[in-house]
């Protein structure tokens, strides 16, 4: 829904917008009868994280496919989840001359995440367990990519209404 939000901000604003969601992205590919698409559509049934090389080849794709305009702003929704992915987004930008990743950490409480997850309704959400994987994944996996990012990192807290949720988003990049 942020996600959402701030592309339609950015865009109202006149900024060439490019989002990419990476959940979405890796439901496409497991509807594809490929090994990739086969390996993808277990670990979302298992409510597993996608492995570190199909993140980084989602990602590297994606940006190469999509990415037209130096100037167009990159919003990548949902990644990176580990270490490797924020490492080698930080270098791919590097590479294709473009300023360092500014992550946005919309700060949520694990109740609320489980509520969340429980009232969206996607099918790799409805099982309790899948949640509580999310959830033990989010401190072994997420937490060392928010320490990496140190400063540079922006922090909203995220718990409350959807309108001030995207106007502290707002405040946050600074428009």
């Not at 509520?115 to 937490?143: C, H, M, P, Y």
């Not at 540079?152 to 959807?162: P, Y």
Request: charged residues 30%; hydrophobic residues 40%; negative net charge.
């Amino acid at each position: 829904m942020q996600g959402e939000l701030l592309e339609k901000y950015l865009r109202e604003l006149g900024y060439a917008v490019l989002r990419l969601v990476m959940g979405d992205r890796g439901r496409q590919l497991a509807e594809q009868p490929t090994l990739i698409g086969r390996l993808t559509k277990e670990a979302l049934a298992r409510g597993d994280l996608f492995p570190t090389w199909l993140a980084l080849s989602i990602l590297v794709e994606s940006i190469e496919d999509l990415l037209k305009d130096k100037n167009q702003i990159l919003i990548i929704d949902g990644s990176p989840r580990r270490l490797p992915e924020a490492q080698l987004l930080d270098e791919l930008m590097n590479d294709i001359g473009r300023s360092p990743v500014v992550p946005i950490y919309l700060e949520v409480s694990e109740e609320e995440c489980r509520r969340r997850l429980q009232e969206r309704g996607r099918g790799d959400d409805q099982s309790l367990a899948n949640i509580e994987k999310r959830l033990s994944w989010f401190k072994t996996d997420v937490s060392p990519v928010l320490d990496y990012y140190g400063g540079r990192l922006l922090k909203v807290n995220g718990e409350e209404t959807i309108e001030i949720v995207h106007d502290s988003l707002k405040n946050a990049i600074g428009n």
